[in-house]
């Protein structure tokens, strides 16, 4: 798939750092024709120079199928993610109310919220998942956060695996708290791949864990918690919270091994390590 994309080299533009809104990086890897840098002011990892929007566009038609061709493994693929992450909004949220999904894929959380007793809705920028998803009698449109109108409106709001694909995270964080009710939750799932693409480096093992121009940036629970700050979030909160069980035998189980370390290790020190490299689970709150 990335080979598709590198071939066609699309026309790229310099950015500067979304969390500093400053230019002074150092390298850390080139993959799949991309350079990934690390800003030496905040630490925020990010693709640079990056793919224009236009160009972004045509990268998603395929996305989902690309990754995995059938819909319905998508399911057991996230249910541990979100089987937690389900009770962990319960418990932040116990009232519940409306629930938007950003990025919400074949509509799975959604589901899982619904039959915890959530109002849910979910927008997508796929056309497959959109259609698929209200097949499935979910409610979902083909939107962006931002063409929502409906301020105040959300009891809380998820976004798995959506803010490392976006240009202007920050941004789309300032949207979202508009959306959110006063005290509402929001709950993100992002990646953390720089300390393996680090580990890697010196012993020259080629990867293309970053996996640009599809993901544009990396959050470390640092960078993370800096930028939901910046966007006026309170009481941000990192932890593990589970893991994907990937089709094929050998990632899965590389995901249960790493997981389940993550989570012990996390346990172990009360809460206070958090394993990098893994995927995480952070909550914050728009104050009331
Ligand atoms: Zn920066």
């Not at 960078?223 to 994907?244: C, D, E, P, Q, V």
């Amino acid at each position: 798939m990335a080979a598709k994309q590198t071939t066609n080299s699309p026309a790229t533009f310099p950015t500067v750092c979304n969390l500093c809104g400053k230019a002074d990086t150092s390298f850390i890897t080139k993959q799949n024709s991309f350079k990934v840098v690390q800003c030496n002011l905040c630490g925020f990892v990010y693709v640079n120079p990056r793919p224009k929007p236009t160009a972004m566009k045509d990268f998603y038609i395929d996305y989902h199928r690309n990754r995995i061709g059938d819909p319905h493994m998508w399911k057991p693929y996230m249910q541990k993610i979100f089987t937690k992450s389900a009770n962990l909004l319960e418990r932040l949220y116990p009232q519940k109310g409306r629930l938007l999904d950003i990025g919400c894929g074949y509509g799975f959380f959604m589901e899982e919220a619904t039959k915890r007793g959530w109002q849910a809705e979910g927008i997508d920028l796929s056309d497959d998942c959109v259609s698929f998803t209200k097949e499935r009698g979910q409610k979902v449109t083909l939107a962006l956060p931002e063409d929502i109108k409906e301020k105040n409106s959300f009891d809380a709001i998820t976004m798995f695996y959506v803010l490392e694909h976006l240009p202007d995270p920050l941004s789309t964080l300032r949207t979202v708290k508009k959306l959110l009710k006063p005290g509402g939750v929001l709950l993100l799932r992002v990646p953390h791949t720089t300390p393996i693409v680090k580990l890697l480096k010196p012993m020259k093992i080629k990867n293309k864990l970053f996996d640009p121009p599809f993901h544009l940036c990396d959050f470390s629970p640092n960078t993370i918690a800096k930028m939901l700050k910046k966007a006026g979030f309170t009481h941000s909160r990192t932890m593990i919270g589970g893991g994907t069980a990937p089709p094929r035998f050998a990632p899965r189980l590389t995901s249960a091994l790493s997981t389940t370390t993550a989570e012990l290790l996390y346990r172990l020190s009360r809460k206070r390590y958090l394993m990098p490299g893994v995927s995480k689970t952070t909550v914050a709150k728009k104050a009331s």
